[in-house]
């Protein structure tokens, strides 16, 4: 059992000043207030806002070779279409050891940010060719990088068929996404040999990515489990229009017509919704996973974040495309947009922001965390007060200004099972990050 004695937390719900959190084998035995108190012998003080670790809803790890890199589309303006090509061409060449070598140090670059878990939405199944590996490789790959660089993973394993609502088969580089049918993924997944420590989740693509009769094998895989299910949603009108030309519905009717929709599902993006879409979400329990800064950056548009929250969607926070790794800035990104659409400012609380980025994105992934309360997951960070973007804020509101001010530079401490992976914004395990970036990189080429 160890000891932490937290000058200044946010548990989630409120804040505490010298709060005493005990640790045992992985989670949080007690809290207790100990204002003036001493400081319990043998407990480790930490400075600064302690906050629960920070949950990333939605991740492809392997995009993370993309920053810097699609910002001069061929044809001006580029669009999400024309970054696709780009993303397609890394998905097509991308090797067994490259994807691990990029995705530990992407996780790596997580876990330095304070987040302590992430789901990642994965369809590099196969070989470049779409040729059957001997065994699951690429998720193995994905199970050892998230292991040495400690963080929680929930794999949304996905499955991706067609090209488009027509169906058809994937061709070129997304051969290696695609099982040949649903059947086949699911006795695929099945096989997984999951490490303890990792969530095994289900993923549809996209309804541009399944027929019906598809989603609700994947929809059947996950519920007989009570595994989270996960899918892109909205993210493209021109999705919406192709599904309305298809079936007569909108992609949030014609899921909850097919029973997709619930409390463990996670709808991504859900950007371009109509008011019917929003209260089938919202009236399902169905979690909304907004990704802001991937949104801005592909120009998809504004997530209604806010509606949303009214009528009662959970919402989480993913970091995407690894554009930015930063939640605290996906946090803030929710209601800065939104100030742009309405002309208005504290449309979102504070505390409603940061519960998107820990306990939202903890439920939407399955792990028991979010928090610091008893019984949770003992995964917490430390925000430094004594930097620039902080100072000041332990003489104000230190929530507010850790959502509109703070970065990942000012992370000092990261606690995953009351096991320190990150001490003094270094990680313990991986050393310098930035270098293992540049090799991982570099292995891929321009």
């Not at 937390?9 to 001493?38: C, H, V």
């Not at 369809?123 to 059957?132: K, N, S, V, W």
Request: charge should be negative; hydrophobic fraction near 40%.
């Amino acid at each position: 059992m160890t000891s932490w004695l937290l000058e200044l937390a946010w548990t989630g719900e409120r804040l505490e000043r010298r709060l005493w959190l005990e640790e045992e084998e992985g989670r949080i035995r007690s809290l207790t207030p100990m204002g003036e108190r001493p400081v319990p012998r043998g407990a480790r003080v930490v400075s600064g806002l302690t906050l629960p670790g920070l949950a990333n809803a939605h991740s492809h790890a392997f995009h993370r070779a993309l920053r810097g890199r699609q910002e001069r589309p061929k044809e001006r303006p580029g669009d999400f279409w024309s970054w696709r090509e780009g993303m397609y061409e890394l998905a097509g060449r991308i090797t067994l050891e490259q994807l691990f070598h990029l995705a530990r140090a992407t996780y790596g670059e997580m876990v330095l940010s304070g987040i302590t878990q992430v789901g990642e939405f994965h369809y590099l199944h196969h070989g470049a060719d779409g040729a059957r590996y001997p065994g699951p490789l690429m998720e193995e790959a994905l199970f050892a990088a998230a292991e040495e660089a400690g963080v929680r993973l929930t794999l949304l394993d996905t499955c991706y068929l067609h090209p488009g609502l027509r169906g058809g088969e994937l061709k070129g580089p997304a051969a290696r996404f695609s099982d040949g049918d649903a059947l086949s993924w699911r006795r695929r997944v099945e096989q997984l040999p999951v490490p303890s420590g990792v969530i095994l989740g289900a993923a549809i693509h996209s309804v541009r990515a399944l027929g019906p009769e598809e989603m609700v094998v994947v929809r059947e895989w996950a519920q007989e489990r009570g595994a989270p299910l996960h899918l892109h949603l909205s993210e493209q009108l021109a999705e919406n229009r192709d599904c309305q030309t298809a079936t007569g519905l909108s992609p949030t009717e014609l899921l909850a017509e097919l029973g997709v929709l619930g409390e463990r599902t996670t709808a991504v993006h859900a950007i371009h919704l109509s008011p019917h879409d929003r209260e089938l979400l919202a009236g399902t329990g169905t979690t909304v996973c907004a990704c802001p800064t991937t949104e801005r950056d592909l120009g998809d548009g504004i997530c209604p974040a806010l509606e949303l929250e009214r009528a009662g969607s959970p919402l989480a926070l993913g970091s995407d495309s690894q554009a930015v790794i930063d939640l605290f800035e996906e946090a803030r990104a929710l209601e800065l947009d939104q100030r742009l659409r309405r002309h208005r400012r504290g449309l979102h609380q504070p505390e409603a922001l940061l519960r998107a980025a820990t306990l939202g994105g903890s439920g939407a992934l399955g792990w028991d965390a979010g928090e610091l309360r008893e019984g949770r997951l003992a995964d917490f960070i430390s925000v430094s007060l004594e930097g620039p973007r902080m100072a000041g804020a332990d003489l104000g509101d230190p929530v507010a200004q850790a959502v509109y001010s703070a970065h990942p530079a000012d992370v000092r401490l990261v606690v995953v099972g009351g096991e320190p992976v990150v001490e003094a914004g270094e990680h313990l395990r991986l050393g310098g990050v930035g270098a293992l970036l540049e090799q991982s990189l570099a292995e891929l080429g321009p």
